[in-house]
């Protein structure tokens, strides 16, 4: 059957994300009830059967995490979804996606923390776990919708950057973003750019699935195409098997690092409002990227010379991009879901050169444009 | 048969301990495939952490050394989206039953197609040898230096009664019979189990010497005290102490995880 194009929808958010995982060729999908993620597994488990894909509820979020990884390593893009108890339970097999380079996307719909916390509720508490959940140095891509459109567009490109760059991706949505319903416009499929992962080029006999390649990217063959090769999450050399030589592991480990370091202009992706004529820089990402739009938007037509800095990515974290639209501003207004997050890279990265105000709601409550506008107006 | 056709030179010596029985049980599951015919390219070799998940590293299949306990959630991943992939997991029981319980039972409740072969040495053997959940009570492990207050596992009862299609138990001193359960499990659809108990004189045996000491006298050990299943329903419980019960404990035809979810895709498909 053939639909207008595009096609025109009202759609909630997490309901875009399992959309646009589809759409990205998304054909595995495991996961575990947690609220207020359950509809991106909900409409998984509702498209994928008829699409030859498979849904299975995981009797846990650690086991949904391996059943991905399994799935991806025969090469079938897999995701998964959850929130703040969930997405620490996942973090030890995030590692493995990590040291094993299996391409991987989770979608964490935050909610308010610590523990059980606040299930029904926004925040964004989540921040510096998305780039440091699992233990030791690892390379981290996070992506912050918000709106129902960047829902189903951010998780298409967590699907093109997890294959280019054979890492787990992590679409860290909230509260908010998740159940808002709105209006999205839908490309052809055809209209769609879809990346997949680099195949070996050489015989199975020569092939090296972790070489250290001048992109830092090793091509990857997925289980049963005739490449027989060992996948482990101990620290392997360029052929995939354990080592202790210290020599070998600063070799692999490096290039994990470089892997995602060299290539910051190309993943990290912000947006800028009314930057170039400016005395206000406002940073936000998430639910508060909505706010502060609309109190940027009121206060510049009283004639307030204020700019926007939505962060599309956070990790790796937008250092230049912050730094170049730092020249000539006489403040900074950090409003975040949590105590200071992100505000904390942000000082560090301006040096602390211009005042930063910090805008912190952890009660459970959004931020609202009023509050920001609040702070426009009266703070200086 | 040659085993060299299945192993990977290269990564000898194993790290096994002399008399493990760890090797031996890799024998069997090597001979069973060469029986099979199986294509090398499809099979995969799924494993978590400890001694006996060490196994991948040293057989040329498609091989995953995954975390610890989760090697049956990688497994459940890499069957559903490549069926025809031979999914076997190797295991050990603190592997598979303490950290992995949940996948454990889980596996075996969905009947998800997947041969897991469980070494079950009653002791955490990499770690230094702290007691496990199959560590009888009473017996010594470095964690339980005055013995072992907690009660064991029977590992292949617990997969019977979560619903695994076909569990047997046998030891690595009768290898013809682990030889001929395994055949059983890769030869039948859905979650099948094959404990075979296998000696750590290193970590076990050492300080528990009623088992023996070193490795042949616990071969003697489980010789001397195994009783097959069909016997063993007619022993008392008091004649059954510290005896093994080997056998085939279920073989049950019954639809595995794709019956069911090829149904799904079929309605999901009419709607």
């Known amino acids: 059957m053939s639909q207008p194009n595009p096609k025109i929808k009202m759609m909630q958010g997490n309901v875009a994300c399992a959309e646009g995982a589809i759409a990205a060729g998304c054909r595995f999908f495991a996961g575990y009830p947690i609220t207020p993620s359950s509809e991106i597994a909900e409409t998984m488990s509702l498209k994928l059967p008829a699409l030859d894909g498979n849904f299975i509820q995981m009797e846990d979020e650690i086991g949904a995490m391996g059943a991905v990884i399994g799935s991806s390593l025969v090469g079938v893009k897999s995701l998964t979804a959850t929130s703040g108890p969930g997405f620490s339970l996942k973090q030890e097999n995030i590692g493995f996606a990590a040291i094993a380079e299996i391409p991987v996307v989770i979608i964490n719909v935050q909610r308010g923390g610590p523990s059980t916390g606040l299930p029904t509720k926004p925040a964004q508490g989540d921040v510096m776990q998305s780039r440091w959940g699992t233990h030791g140095d690892h390379p981290a891509i996070v992506l912050c919708p918000s709106s129902v459109e960047e829902c189903y567009f951010m998780t298409i490109r967590a699907f093109n950057l997890s294959e280019e760059y054979r890492t787990p991706v992590i679409v860290l949505s909230d509260e908010i973003i998740g159940h808002l319903t709105e209006k999205i416009t839908i490309p052809h499929h055809s209209d769609i750019d879809i990346i997949n992962r680099l195949k070996p080029q050489s015989d199975p006999e020569n092939y090296l699935p972790y070489e250290n390649t001048e992109t830092y990217i090793p091509a990857m063959a997925n289980f049963g195409e005739g490449y027989r090769y060992h996948v482990t999450g101990l620290v392997h050399d360029e052929t995939g098997f354990p080592t202790n030589d210290s020599k070998k592991i600063e070799e692999q480990l490096t290039r994990l690092y470089n892997k995602i370091e060299k290539n910051h202009d190309k993943i990290i992706d912000v947006s800028e409002y009314f930057c170039d004529d400016m005395d206000t820089l406002i940073i936000a990402y998430g639910a508060v990227a909505r706010s502060a739009k609309q109190s940027m938007l009121k206060a510049r037509q009283e004639g307030h010379k204020v700019g926007l800095l939505k962060l599309n990515t956070i990790w790796p974290f937008p250092e230049k991009q912050i730094v170049k639209l730092c020249q000539n501003i006489k403040r900074i207004i950090v409003p975040e879901m949590n105590f200071g997050q992100l505000a904390h890279e942000i000082e560090w990265a301006t040096r602390r050169a211009i005042p930063i105000i910090k805008y912190n709601k952890i009660n459970g409550e959004p931020i609202t444009p009023l509050d920001i506008y609040n702070i426009l107006i009266n703070r200086k | ?271």
């Open chain 2, 1 to 271: 048969m040659d085993y060299l056709n299945y192993l990977r030179k290269d990564k000898m010596p194993h790290i096994w301990c002399d008399g493990c029985g760890h090797g031996i049980v890799l024998k069997s599951i090597l001979r069973t495939v060469d029986k099979l015919g199986w294509d090398k390219n499809e099979i995969a070799l799924i494993s978590g952490i400890g001694c006996s998940s060490r196994t991948p590293g040293y057989v040329d299949f498609n091989t995953l050394h995954t975390t610890h306990g989760r090697a049956l959630s990688f497994a459940t991943g890499i069957k559903i989206s490549k069926p025809k992939m031979h999914t076997i997991v190797v295991s050990g029981d603190g592997d598979a039953t303490a950290i992995g319980g949940n996948h454990f039972i889980h596996a075996a409740r969905r009947n998800m197609d997947i041969n897991l072969i469980i070494f079950n040495n009653n002791i955490y053997g990499m770690t230094g040898g702290q007691c496990s959940p199959t560590t009888p009570t009473g017996k010594f492990a470095s964690t339980s230096q005055f013995g072992n207050p907690d009660s064991p596992f029977d590992i292949s009862r617990l997969a019977e009664a979560a619903g695994a299609s076909f569990v047997a138990r046998s030891t690595a001193y009768h290898f013809a019979k682990t030889d001929k359960y395994i055949e059983m499990a890769f030869r039948k659809k859905g979650f099948c189990v094959v404990e075979v108990l296998s000696p750590c004189p290193t970590a076990y045996g050492r300080r528990n010497k009623s088992t023996g000491k070193v490795g042949h006298e616990m071969l003697k050990d489980q010789k001397e005290n195994s009783v097959p299943i069909e016997r063993a329903r007619k022993m008392k419980p008091e004649e059954l102490k510290d005896k093994y019960i080997t056998g085939v404990f279920i073989d049950r035809d019954v639809p595995d995880y794709f019956e069911h979810y090829n149904e799904v895709k079929k309605r999901a498909k009419l709607k």
